[in-house]
């Protein structure tokens, strides 16, 4: 099993940033890609951003240039640097690791861009 624990969500205006942070446990050894994922009231869950461990990057179209994700190994940890927040950023955004094809998932947290 995989734990996973974000943090750095909240309340910005637009224009602001925020870094969220998600740290893995449990049976690391072996995960794959990990990245972000976020949902908005009503809508399905989208993917924002994701890294493999070699860094390899990829993003949605709608945070391209804005959003910036990286991982440390070391620290079984991976980040989305948030820039330049737009109000229809605002949803719950969740971790997720890849292992031996399993997917695992954080709680979320919430990320709320006021206008």
């Known amino acids: 099993q995989v734990q996973l624990v974000e943090s750095g969500g909240g309340l910005v205006q637009a224009g602001g940033s925020l870094r969220l942070s998600c740290a893995a446990s449990?049976?690391?050894?072996?995960?794959?890609?990990m990245g972000w994922y976020r949902q908005a009231p009503g809508n399905q869950r989208e993917l924002v951003a994701r890294?493999?461990?070699?860094?390899?990057?990829r993003y949605a179209d709608s945070v391209k240039g804005r959003f910036t994700i990286s991982r440390d190994n070391a620290k079984n940890t991976v980040y989305l640097q948030m820039n330049s927040l737009k109000p229809e950023d605002t949803a719950v955004y969740y971790c997720?690791?890849?292992?031996?094809?399993?997917?695992?998932w954080g709680q979320g947290t919430q990320v709320t861009v006021s206008s």
């Open positions: 449990g049976s690391i050894f072996r995960i794959n890609d």
């Open positions: 997720n690791a890849l292992r031996d094809y399993n997917n695992y």
């Open positions: 890294i493999t461990n070699s860094g390899i990057t």
